[in-house]
């Protein structure tokens, strides 16, 4: 059964650039149509997609955050990688990565995924 785990620094300063890792186990990434996902709940609020990066290194973004947001993969390590610049406190929340190998596409609703991480919480402050 694939595994998730996020990872990330916690804290991090308006304006400066978040770098979180998704460590994949039980499972490769490059598995033909799976598709891996992050996936971001701020307080108070749903889930929101952001974007997916494919078995085959194809990406996809949420148009909202497409300027911004960068999502990259190490084969030899199975890890999914997430960059997002130009933080806000309103980018503060937990960080998900997930998958699901039925859907055979990068869907746009989380709810659509049976696979998660237990999630990074990210706080953007001074």
């Known amino acids: 059964q694939v595994q998730l785990q996020e990872s990330g620094p916690g804290l991090v300063k308006p304006s400066q650039t978040l770098s979180l890792t998704c460590t994949v186990s039980g499972g490769s990434i490059t598995t033909p149509h799976f598709y891996w996902s992050w996936v971001r709940q701020p307080p108070g609020k749903g889930r929101e997609w952001m974007g997916a990066i494919a078995f085959d290194g194809d990406t996809y973004y949420s148009e909202s955050l497409k300027s911004r947001a960068s999502i990259s993969r190490d084969k030899a390590e199975n890890t999914v990688y997430l960059q997002m610049n130009s933080l806000e406190p309103e980018d503060t929340a937990v960080y998900y990565c997930?998958?699901?190998?039925?859907?055979?596409?990068?869907?746009?609703?989380?709810?659509?995924?049976?696979?998660w991480g237990q999630g990074t919480q990210v706080t953007v402050s001074s």
């Open positions: 997930a998958t699901d190998p039925r859907l055979r596409y990068a869907s746009f609703d989380p709810s659509d995924y049976d696979y």
